[in-house]
């Protein structure tokens, strides 16, 4: 249920917060009070195109922002939510926001997230259903009817059985679509893998092992060089007159003389020791260094074949020995595949075929339940709109079977109505009239109270040529689906307004020369003055009149 509406800054409205309770909301007010812009506030979140001239005057910016009570239908809107990679819902709330500024710019949150116009309105489509001047209708949609057909005739697990099934027969048909290819096609992609397969495998590749091979590689290209160095530095070191050890042994003797003079120098000639002692050691470790490198033209040149191998197989088939393994693995599959091409062809053939069968089979037991089921859902509807003031209409579904399967099986359907007798049945998108429109969306709902999964329904000016003991009726059905689902109605008829659960009445007031729309909840002394107002006067005979109405409706 929508728990909590906050506008700011839209048309008349400055900062309205309006709480909602369950069952039956009815709003009310004179004309031009600004009852629409709930409605169009509603619209904006459900992903209406925004209009900057709904902006207040004087503002930068405006926003909408929804609270949503979630019952046990919310897994489809946890589903949206993960799946568009949006915060869960707190609480089991749902919170959706949109804000839009005199610059163009265009947000849109759900549970604090940005989001896109298109994932509000798809998270909206499961949430409310609004009939009225600019609906948001969801049982316009061929797609959506059918899917209320199957769900007042039971057929939902049937009916996902069947998309099961279409999605594993699609699967199959990839997977052949992905074998069959002419004999030429067919004969390069074989020759191409066995390439592949080849160069790959007969290279016997060991990423660990390789790695050594290239550092070994480096250093044996380098070896006259590593030799050239290691005698340079020896010479330095002991080889030569003035080498570092000769110029050491000569200090050692000049230390050793200053303390024989000075005890206290003993210190210095301990320091010679260790230096002298570290440059014999990096003389023998040189030595040892020099003698482990091996110039050897011939294992050089079968490093180099090596390392060059490497280099062709990473630019042919990807940076690094690791995916040039992996290439090399799937190369295989594709090839094992090809070369059994026809085997599993044959197996693919003889898997869609009975799975073919069995779609068929599925789609007319559908088709079949779903033709049992139109006269039933037509005839209920029929009942409803008889109550609504449609005396002589007609209400119709059109059962077309087409050639090709979908998701849903193998049919489309259309709700028709006629009106007026003597009229033909039309597609009831084509109906003109709003108010018609609304009655008999109010008595599919009726009917359908129990199957509908949408929880909120809005009705905008549903009274539209309604009148009398129909009024009544319009009262009494929005009140038995309040039953199972939260409905908000803006209205005129106070026969109506009287069998709410709760009454909201819009009105203008002037603040610093500023024109402020508010609505305000009301309690039974409040409810019965505004349904005395909307029965034509504040009279005696009207205020009675109003007091008998809300009356009846609390018994």
Sequence with gaps: MLSTLRIKNLALVSDLTLSLPAGFNVITGETGAGKSIIVGALNLLLGERADRTLLRAGCDSCSVEAVFELGPGRGVVEKLLEQNGLEPCADKQLILKRVFTSAGANRQFANGSPTTLQVLAA???????????????????????????????????????????????????????????????????????????????????????????????????????????????????????????????????????????????????????????????????????????????????????????????????????????????????????????????????????????????????????????????????????????????????????????????????????????????????????????????????????AEDEIPVLIFDEIDSNVGGETAAVVGGKMAEIARRRQVLCITHLPAVAAVAGSHFVVTKRTEAGRTLSEITPLDRAQRVHEITRMLGGQTAAARRHAEDLLERASQ
């Design 123 to 449: 998270i909206g489509q499961e949430l409310v259903d609004m009939h009225g001047p600019h609906e948001h209708q969801s049982l316009l949609q061929p797609a959506r009817q059918l899917s209320i057909l199957d769900a007042f005739a039971g057929l939902k697990p049937a009916r996902e059985k069947f998309a099961s099934l279409l999605r594993q027969s699609h699967e199959l048909e990839a997977q052949k679509a992905a074998l069959v290819v002419d004999e030429r096609d067919y004969a390069r992609q074989l020759d191409l893998l066995r390439f592949q397969v080849n160069d790959i495998s007969s290279a016997k590749l060991q990423p660990a092992g390789e790695e050594e091979v290239e550092r070994e590689f480096k250093r044996a290209g380098n070896a006259a060089r590593l030799l050239e160095l290691c005698q340079a530095a020896l010479n330095l070191l002991s080889d030569q007159d003035d080498s570092l050890l000769r110029q050491a042994g000569e200090l050692g003797r000049t230390l050793q003389a200053l303390q024989r003079l000075d005890p206290a120098a003993a210190p210095l000639c301990a320091a010679h020791e260790q230096a002298a002692a570290a440059w014999t050691e990096l003389q023998s470790a040189l030595r040892r260094y020099a003698d482990s490198v091996e110039v050897d033209p011939a294992r050089l040149r079968q490093l180099e074949e090596r390392v060059n191998l490497l280099l062709a197989l990473r630019r042919k088939y990807g940076p690094t020995l690791d995916e040039v393994i992996a290439f090399g693995a799937d190369a295989q599959a594709k090839l094992r595949n090809l070369e059994g091409r026809d085997a599993e062809l044959a197996r693919l053939n003889g898997e869609l075929e009975k799975l073919r069968q069995y779609l068929l089979d599925s789609a007319r037991e559908l088709t079949s339940q779903r033709r049992q089921a139109i006269p039933r859902l037509a005839k209920a509807a029929m009942q409803q709109l008889r109550g609504l003031g449609f005396q002589q209409s007609l209400f119709e579904i059109n059962l077309r079977t087409g050639p090709y399967f979908t998701l849903t099986g193998l049919d489309e359907i259309e709700f028709q109505f006629a009106p007026n007798a003597g009229e033909p049945p039309r597609p009831l998108r084509s109906i003109a009239s709003s108010g018609e429109m609304s009655r008999v969306m109010l008595a599919l709902k009726t009917v359908l109270a």
